[in-house]
Structures are given as C-alpha cells and as structure tokens.
C-alpha cells in the first residue's frame, strides 16, 4: 500500500472500534486505526507535522495523541495533554510547533515541543466552534456561536507582554461579525494572508472574505442551515453542506455582481443527494474530482464532483465528526520511524515568570547531510574568493616588478656605458652600420706619435 498518494481521515463519535482511521479510498479499506483515547470533538482533528495525529477528548479537558505508525496513544509513555476546560475545536499550525485550543470562549496557544502555555485570549462572547490556521502559519481564523468570525495573528498573540497574557487583552487583525447565527465551519485556502475564507452559519449564509484587505466579497443565501464548507484546489468551485442533507456546489467562474446574492433554481439544483442526515465535513481532493462528506448519519461519502455521483460509501459506527483528505504520510507504513517533532507535556497554566526555556530538537541524517552540504557550498564560495583576490594581488605584484626591473637595467646599461662616452663609433664608409669602427681620438694619436719620438731617439743612441 506503499503508493498510495492521498488517503482520507476520520473520525466517529461512538468509539467503539477505534477512535481514528486513515482510508484508502481508492477501494474504501482501512490502512491503520488509532485506539486507547476518547471520542473526538468536532473539528479538532489535527495532523502535527508527519509524524502525529491529536485529537481533543470530546468529554473530558484533555487531548490524545498518536505516532501515525502506531495504534497506541503517547500517554502510555507518560505524556499528558491537559487542557483548563473541556476543548470545543483545536488546530495544529502547518509546521506542528503551535497548537490553538478552544475552551469555551477563549482560545489558548501553546508551544508543542515545550508544552508551554504561551497565550489565552477571551474575544469571544460565546463559545468558539472551529478553529483553522493559513497554510503558512502565521495566522489563525476563530468562529464562534455569537456569530463572529475573527482573524488572529500568531506572532502579536504570543509576543505580548505578560500582563496582556493573564488579562487576554489581545485585538485580532479582523473582525467580521455579517453573521447573525452561530458560525459552524470555517475554510482557509492556500496563500497566506492573501488567501479567501469562507464560512458558513446557522444564518443560511456562505460568506467569502479577502484574508489581505479584511473586506466581505460575497455572501450566499440559502434555503437551509449550513453546517459545512470547502472549496476545490483552484477555488473555483463552493461546496456547502446544509441541514437538509444535501451538499449544493456553486461556481465562482462567474460571480454576482451584487454582494448579497440569493441562489436560483437552477444553482439550487447542482447539489449531492445521498445523506439522510446533516452533513458535518466535507473535503475536496487534490486532483479536484473527488469530493469527500460526512453526516450524522454515520456514512462518509466520496462523490465523483464532475457528474456529482456518489462512487464510494465507507460506513461507520457513530454520526462522523471528523474528515478530510490528505497526502499519505510514509511513516504510515514504516515499522519504526523516528519522529523529527518533539511533544512535551502541556504545563496546567501560564508561567510568566520562567527565565531561560530548553526545547529538544532532533536532527534527522538528512538534515546533517543538508547543513554539510551547505558548508561545502559556503567553503567552496570562500575559497573561489580567496583565489580571485589572491590572482589579483599577484598580478599587480608583476606589474610592479616590472618595473623596477626596466628601471635597474635602465641604471646599469647607464652607468656601465659612460667609460665610454669619447668613444666614436661610425661606419667606415662613412654612410652605413652594417661595418662599425671606432675612430681614435686626437689624444690617443698624440700619444702614438710620442712613442715613435722615442724610438727614433732610441737607435741614434
């Protein structure tokens, strides 16, 4: 089962057989169920990173967590997740460092490989439903029962100072309150803060929003409540799950010019009929084709999105709480892995006062093999700079030399021929220096004459 691409998790709320299971959904089997912790809450299964799977305990203030490999919770190590109150929604950031609980109206940061307790604010008049973060993390968006939608930034929210902590006096980055009625499923796209949201109330509204701008694009009306929300990989295509049972699909290739737009017969007719019950989940795949839901009913239905057929039924024990696609993690089929994120036990409060906090980091092959690759890189830049600048400097060490060798033999060729500055060199022709001869000077033939004077006075004596 090894290559297996994409697969699909869930989670029921009787318990009986397991507490989560990951599904092949290409022949709708199961791959590996997680046991031993309690029911799920909706919308707080949550993937840390690729190594674990958390869920929040529907009845009591604590949550479980499981190795992806494993069917045994890590609470039999000793690790105890224990939240200040029972937990409504949780959510994971991308990178499994934070997770985000909601205890009533008030949300609660905290640090996953330190366990700390970093931030709890309390915006929220009612209870908090959902909770889900930006695909890059550094945000999270809040939907409550007083109808609230609330965009949230991680960095502001845990750098506070530590009075604005115990008082939970942070402001959000928006606040949209368009709805009337609790607020039952959020849906964040890809794209950071320039990604759309969209969520969906008791209202019988679908709201769209532009994350960057805080601004309303588009409100939908229906004819039911809503209890479900996502969008296809190119954000084309709305799919909202109504009370009703139905799941209706409304494309934004075209949208209404006005903002508040009420659907037509014939839009009200491009819907999935096959549930019996209110739909609670829904999520699309990543080729856009498959379109996956969950209902009270206890069926999780995988729906052919071109023809809107179903193509699968996977049944369950219990109403389905949670569900959603997701790329197959390949520790899933790994006897023994070894986890590159770190879970702490969560501390019980906020400790303000702490100094210096010591955080476990694990380092895979690969990430040594990546920084030695690194310093290669480095050490080879820093020795192709040294090269070039030593080349330079010994060019330049030439041109010098240069020229302090044509200035010394300039000297010498100037001292060694000044002995000879009487001398006259002409050619014995006269016009020519192809035949040189030196010329004696007047006073060399002076002294021959002397010598002949002498001979000559010699032999007379």
């Known amino acids: 089962m090894s290559n297996v691409v994409e697969v699909a998790i869930t989670c029921e709320g009787s318990g009986q057989l397991w507490n989560a299971c990951v599904w092949d959904t290409r022949v709708g089997t ?103 973060f930006t695909d890059d993390g550094s945000h999270f968006v809040s939907g409550g029962e007083d109808g609230l939608v609330l965009v949230w930034s991680l960095a502001y929210l845990i750098s506070n100072d530590g009075g604005e902590i115990i008082a939970g006096q942070h402001e959000p980055r928006h606040v949209f309150s368009d709805h009337s009625l609790p607020v039952q499923d959020l849906y964040v796209g890809p794209g950071g803060m320039r990604a759309r949201l969209i969520s969906v109330s008791m209202d019988r509204t679908c709201k769209l929003y532009d994350l960057a701008s805080g601004t309303l694009l588009l409100s939908l009306v229906f004819d039911c409540l809503l209890s479900a929300v996502t969008m296809d990989v190119t954000e084309m295509e709305v799919f909202v799950g109504g009370s009703d049972s139905n799941i209706y699909q409304y494309g934004l290739h075209s949208p209404p010019r006005m903002q508040e737009y009420h659907l037509t017969k014939e839009e009200k007719a491009k819907k999935f009929s096959g549930h019996t019950k209110a739909v609670t989940c829904l999520s699309a795949s990543i080729d856009g084709v498959t379109l996956l839901s969950g209902s009270l009913d206890t069926e999780v ?121 009487d001398i006259q060199v002409q050619n014995m022709e006269g016009n020519g220096p192809s035949s040189m001869q030196p010329t004696v000077s007047k006073s060399v033939q002076k002294l021959k004459k002397i010598k002949k004077i002498k001979k000559k006075k010699s032999k007379v004596l």
């Not at 052919?304 to 709480?321: D, L």
């Open 30 to 132: 199961s791959l590996m169920t997680y046991k031993g912790g309690g029911v799920a809450a909706p919308h707080s299964l949550c993937l840390l990173g690729k190594d674990y799977l958390m869920i929040s305990d529907h009845t009591k203030p604590v949550l479980h967590a499981w190795q992806l490999n494993g069917q045994q919770p890590v609470s039999a190590k000793g690790m105890r997740f224990v939240c200040p109150g029972r937990v409504t929604s949780m959510a994971v950031s991308p990178d499994g460092c934070y997770c985000v609980t909601a205890v009533a109206e008030k949300l609660h940061v905290w640090q996953v490989a330190s366990g700390r307790h970093l931030a709890v604010t309390a915006r929220h008049f009612q209870p908090v439903i959902c909770v889900c």
């Open 301 to 421: 239905m995988l729906w052919h999105i071109p023809s809107r057929q179903c193509v699968r039924v996977i049944h369950h024990k219990g109403p389905v709480t949670n569900a959603f696609f997701t790329i197959a993690p390949k520790c899933i089929f790994s006897e023994e892995i070894k986890p590159t994120l770190v879970l702490h036990s969560f501390q019980k409060s906020s400790d303000l006062n702490e100094g210096t906090v010591a955080i476990s980091i694990r380092m895979t092959q690969s990430n040594w093999h990546a920084i030695d690759d690194d310093d290669d890189k480095k050490s080879d830049r820093i020795s192709v700079i040294s090269s070039t600048s030593e080349v330079t400097a010994l060019k330049e060490q030439i041109v010098s030399l240069k020229k302090v060798n044509s200035d010394l033999y300039g000297f010498a060729v100037k001292k060694l021929l000044q002995p000879f500055s």
